[in-house]
């Protein structure tokens, strides 16, 4: 049979790939490898005799209780003890071992393994650990850590150390010559196989490491998920403030300079009303103009974030919003408790939004939008009494599809009823702590 060297029989080892070899010998990743199956085999090693040790006291104790009443009742008691004690413990003494074998994968080679998370809505200590797959993958792994960890640790020191076994040998027996240089040329070949077996069982241990202590990868993808709405949540409120930041600086500067443009061009036209008729005209254009600048600024003002929103909440808000609408609207608000900022700014928007589509495509005679809040839950509800079809008319696909968005960017739901005739009913359930 013959005899491989790092992945190569004795025969491909030609001067120029020998050297390669031997090169390998003081590799970095040579040492990183060793250093890993090293300390593998003592972090293996300790997880064979502590969780091998309880297995053995709790199999004793077992043992001990099917041959009771001899002992009498105190060793019973301890019996006992040790039968329900230790099923308990096993999972957190699992747990820790498997938090030392991260740390040592981290230390020798960088890796970094992150603990699986735990599992919500499992049963309680001690039943909870015994029910979760991440338990069983972690015991799973120290008992195949006999393999890799602790015969690999063996096979990778046995194979630095056979030159020094080879030396000993031929001091011991000095009068053996031929199965002298036989273990010389064994020990060379080993230990030119030692990078490449430290390399196969690091490899082995890191793989193992990453399947069986790791996230799984259900809990993978829910942490992803849950990584991707913190992100979502985090733009929507960025999103939000830096409306507000807009909002307010357009109110406290632009607004405040056209106001009082608006008022000198008002005085200046009052003031130059005996003026000849082009001055008069050009005084009172740049008049209607600044007022008319005014009003689109205070509406696009209205449209980042209405300050009445943040000063007053959620109902003044939607009062001023239906107050200004060219159609009569019922408003209904029973919110008992706020929701949080940037839900009740997607919920102002998405009725301010709705009552545009309905005045621009309902042909409604009036509106009625309710607010109410169950729970975690702010249920919108924006009605109208028109023609219907609200998803096959002009113009409103877009504008439905933006409500849809607003919803979502909070992790809500929109829900449109439009049947041929009327009425159009547009419900959005918004989570309130999002």
């Known amino acids: 049979m013959p005899l491989y060297v790092d992945g190569m029989t004795l025969a491909d080892l030609t001067p120029r790939r020998l050297a390669a070899t031997a090169s390998s010998l003081w590799a970095a990743a040579t040492w990183r490898a060793t250093a890993n199956a090293l300390a593998g085999l003592l972090a ?9 040790g309880l297995a053995a006291l709790w199999l004793g104790a077992v043992v001990s209780l099917a041959e009771w009443p001899v002992g009498g009742w105190t060793n019973a008691a301890l019996y006992i003890a040790a039968v329900l004690v230790i099923p308990a413990l096993t999972p957190w003494v699992a747990q820790g071992l498997a938090a030392l074998q991260r740390s040592r994968l981290r230390a020798t080679l960088g890796t970094k393994i992150p ?3 735990r599992t919500a809505g499992r049963a309680p200590w001690p039943v909870g650990p015994w029910l979760a797959a991440r338990t069983w993958r972690q015991l799973g792994f120290h008992l195949l850590a006999v393999l890799t960890g602790v015969a690999g640790g063996l096979l990778v020191a046995a194979c630095w ?14 009068g053996m010559l031929a199965i002298g240089l036989l273990a010389c040329a064994g020990s060379v070949a080993l230990l030119l196989a030692a990078p490449w077996t430290a390399r196969q069982v690091t490899r082995a241990d890191e793989f193992l490491a990453r399947r069986l202590l790791g996230p799984s990868r259900s809990e993978e993808l829910a942490l992803r998920v849950a990584s991707l709405a913190r992100s979502r949540a985090d ?4 999103a939000d403030a830096e409306r507000r930041r807009i909002e307010r600086d357009l109110h406290d500067g632009a607004q405040q300079r056209l106001v009082s443009l608006a008022m000198n061009l008002g005085m200046a036209r009052e003031r130059f009303a005996g003026e000849a008729e082009p001055v008069r005209e050009a005084i009172a254009a740049a008049h209607e103009e600044a007022i008319l600048a005014l009003s689109e600024l205070r509406e696009f003002i209205r449209g980042l974030h209405p300050a009445v929103l943040s000063d007053r909440g959620l109902n003044a808000a939607l009062s001023g919003l239906v107050a200004r609408a060219p159609l009569p609207v019922r408003l209904r608000v029973d919110v008992a408790r ?3 900022p940037g839900v009740e700014a997607v919920a102002y928007f998405i009725v301010s939004e709705a009552l545009t589509n309905v005045v621009k495509h309902a042909q409604a005679s009036s509106a009625e939008v309710t607010v109410t809040r169950a729970g975690d839950l702010l249920r919108v509800v924006v009605s109208d009494d028109g023609t219907g079809a609200a998803a096959s008319g002009a113009g409103r696909g877009t504008g439905l599809r933006g409500l849809a968005q607003r919803a979502a960017a909070v992790d809500g739901t929109l829900h449109i009823d439009s049947p041929p005739g009327g009425p159009t009913v547009i419900t959005a359930e ?3 702590e999002s």
């Open 115 to 117: 603990a699986p998370a």
């Open 161 to 174: 150390l056979a030159p020094v076994a080879a030396v000993g040998y031929l001091a011991v027996h000095r």
């Open 235 to 238: 733009a929507v409120a960025a």
């Open 430 to 432: 918004l989570p309130c």
């Open 338 to 340: 706020p929701a949080a």
């Open 44 to 52: 293996g090693a300790a997880g064979v005799l502590v969780l091998g």
